[in-house]
């Protein structure tokens, strides 16, 4: 059984890889935008992805592993990607 989530659900520690980028529903620009830039900065489809760190206060931002990188994101940036969390 394999768990498919928002990345902006998971929990510290909680590693997947990327199924889905944006909502593929084009009708608004700024989510266009968003998800240029996620692309960008390595959140690709088939991306390995680790939430390593939470913030303080209403857990946001996020830190995560993005396969060699590290990245911060609010949350609701992150709720615009879809990830399938490994086996634990």
């Known amino acids: 059984m394999t768990d498919t989530i928002k ?5 510290r520690g909680d590693q997947g890889v990327i199924t889905q980028v944006g ?3 084009h009708h608004q620009g700024e ?3 968003l998800e240029r830039r ?4 390595g959140f690709v489809e088939g991306a ?6 939470e ?25 615009s990607l879809t990830i399938r969390l490994d086996a634990a």
């Open 38 to 41: 996620l692309l960008e900065l």
């Open 23 to 25: 909502a593929h529903c």
């Open 55 to 79: 913030g303080l206060f209403g857990r946001d931002p996020i830190a995560i592993k993005v396969d060699d990188m590290r990245v911060a994101l609010r949350r609701h940036e992150a709720a």
């Open 31 to 33: 989510a266009v935008e």
């Open 48 to 53: 390995h992805v680790e939430l390593l760190h």
């Open 7 to 11: 990345l902006s659900q998971a929990r």
